[in-house]
């Protein structure tokens, strides 16, 4: 035997996974399970469609409807919903859209309500207790398990809409889970294997969902690696990628998952050698020799933008975003100082190939 003796400690997601092809048509069912009777409805604006077609599905339990998401989650929004929640009685929240529609259902949901959520993105938000609320262009990281999703229905059918870029850059926002949970604080012999095996389902299967957007086998697999991704996430926890994308978005109200793909290859590949083994893990997984090379080029395939000035970060956010992750480091693999952050992100910012 070779390698240390493992020592860890692993929490799982106490949630209701329900996955299938057309299961948001056991919604109702699944409510009844809760005892919910009074839900209020969160959906994107791009599901408008498929939320009218919850709403159907919902009848006498949908007591009201909020169409205004947005992304990072303002506080005010969440201040305003969940008043909303309170007059109108509601005893539940259920969620239709990506991490923007979670992420308020989640800031509804602390108050006490019981979450239900249906993603259409590959963001695995659903599988965290974790969320993020925008104030005054600071994103604001809270944790409470309260807000953890009682049941999730994965209908893949919902994420056939979903626009080639949107699917490309949600799918690495997903990969970005995966890697990270290999050498986040709380990685494990537990969560390693979702990540892994979450890694490879994406990998194969986000790029044939832009090539095949109506393709349930194709859509059906990626979500089952986002949801993987979720639940390696949020067992293993986050480190300098997802610190990284949160100052970002939260100061320059970036894209979220557009910057965790430009990024992700950057962080790979300066962890990359001091991986040992797991390096060529995170490598076989991708499908490639070098882990970092191989998220790049299948970023760069699918059509993304690979620099982090076309995304809204400005030149002098390289010093100001260095500085502020510096000053208070996630625990990461290699040491982290200012002067390789900075490197880093204007790597990153400059759209270089990785290391
Ligand atoms: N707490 C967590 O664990 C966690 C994890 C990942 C992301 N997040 C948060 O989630 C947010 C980003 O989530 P996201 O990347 O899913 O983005 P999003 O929810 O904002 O969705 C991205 C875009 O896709 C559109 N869209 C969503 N579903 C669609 C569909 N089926 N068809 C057509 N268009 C559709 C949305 O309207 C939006 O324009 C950020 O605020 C981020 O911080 C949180």
């Given at each position: 035997?070779?390698?240390?003796?493992?020592?860890?400690?692993?929490?799982?997601?106490?949630?209701?996974?329900?996955?299938?092809?057309?299961?948001?048509?056991?919604?109702?069912?699944?409510?009844?399970?809760?005892?919910?009777?009074?839900?209020?409805?969160?959906?994107?604006?791009?599901?408008?469609?498929?939320?009218?077609?919850?709403?159907?599905?919902?009848?006498?339990?949908?007591?009201?409807?909020?169409?205004?998401?947005?992304?990072?989650?303002?506080?005010?929004?969440?201040?305003?919903?969940?008043?909303?929640?309170?007059?109108?009685?509601?005893?539940?929240?259920?969620?239709?859209?990506?991490?923007?529609?979670?992420?308020?259902?989640?800031?509804?949901?602390?108050?006490?309500?019981?979450?239900?959520?249906?993603?259409?993105?590959?963001?695995?938000?659903?599988?965290?207790?974790?969320?993020?609320?925008?104030?005054?262009?600071?994103?604001?990281?809270?944790?409470?398990?309260?807000?953890?999703?009682?049941?999730?229905?994965?209908?893949?059918?919902?994420?056939?809409?979903?626009?080639?870029?949107?699917?490309?850059?949600?799918?690495?926002?997903?990969?970005?889970?995966?890697?990270?949970?290999?050498?986040a604080a709380g990685a494990s012999p537990i969560s390693a294997p979702w990540a892994l095996d979450g890694a490879r389902a994406l990998c194969e299967a986000v790029p044939a969902a832009v090539a095949e957007p109506w393709d349930p086998k194709v859509r059906s697999r990626a979500l089952v690696g986002a949801c993987q991704a979720g639940l390696a996430l949020a067992t293993a926890g986050t480190g300098l990628h997802h610190k990284l994308c949160h100052v970002l978005g939260g100061r320059y109200d970036m894209p979220h998952a557009e910057t965790h793909a430009a990024l992700?290859?950057?962080?790979?590949?300066?962890?990359?050698?001091?991986?040992?083994?797991?390096?060529?893990?995170?490598?076989?997984?991708?499908?490639?020799?070098?882990?970092?090379?191989?998220?790049?080029?299948?970023?760069?395939?699918?059509?993304?933008?690979?620099?982090?000035?076309?995304?809204?970060?400005?030149?002098?956010?390289?010093?100001?975003?260095?500085?502020?992750?510096?000053?208070?480091?996630?625990?990461?693999?290699?040491?982290?100082?200012?002067?390789?952050?900075?490197?880093?992100?204007?790597?990153?910012?400059?759209?270089?190939?990785?290391?």
């Open positions: 035997m070779t390698g240390p003796v493992p020592s860890f400690v692993h929490e799982g997601v106490p949630t209701r996974i329900v996955f299938g092809l057309g299961s948001r048509h056991g919604l109702a069912d699944e409510l009844d399970r809760l005892g919910l009777s009074q839900v209020l409805l969160i959906a994107s604006g791009s599901s408008r469609d498929a939320a009218n077609e919850l709403a159907g599905i919902l009848d006498h339990r949908l007591t009201w409807r909020v169409d205004g998401v947005r992304q990072h989650v303002p506080a005010e929004l969440a201040a305003e919903v969940t008043q909303d929640a309170t007059r109108v009685g509601a005893d539940g929240v259920v969620t239709l859209g990506g991490g923007s529609a979670v992420g308020l259902g989640k800031a509804v949901a602390v108050s006490g309500l019981p979450l239900v959520a249906l993603p259409t993105t590959y963001s695995g938000s659903e599988m965290t207790a974790f969320w993020g609320v925008t104030t005054a262009g600071h994103k604001e990281v809270r944790r409470n398990s309260q807000v953890l999703p009682k049941t999730v229905l994965y209908d893949p059918e919902l994420t056939f809409g979903l626009p080639p870029l949107v699917t490309a850059a949600s799918g690495m926002n997903a990969l970005a889970h995966c890697l990270e949970a290999l050498w992700l290859p950057h962080v790979v590949g300066f962890n990359e050698p001091v991986l040992g083994a797991l390096a060529a893990r995170m490598a076989i997984a991708v499908g490639s020799g070098r882990a970092s090379t191989g998220v790049h080029d299948l970023a760069v395939r699918m059509g993304l933008t690979m620099e982090l000035s076309e995304l809204g970060m400005p030149e002098s956010g390289i010093a100001e975003v260095a500085a502020e992750v510096a000053a208070s480091p996630p625990a990461n693999p290699r040491p982290l100082d200012e002067a390789a952050l900075r490197s880093l992100l204007r790597s990153a910012w400059e759209g270089d190939s990785p290391g």
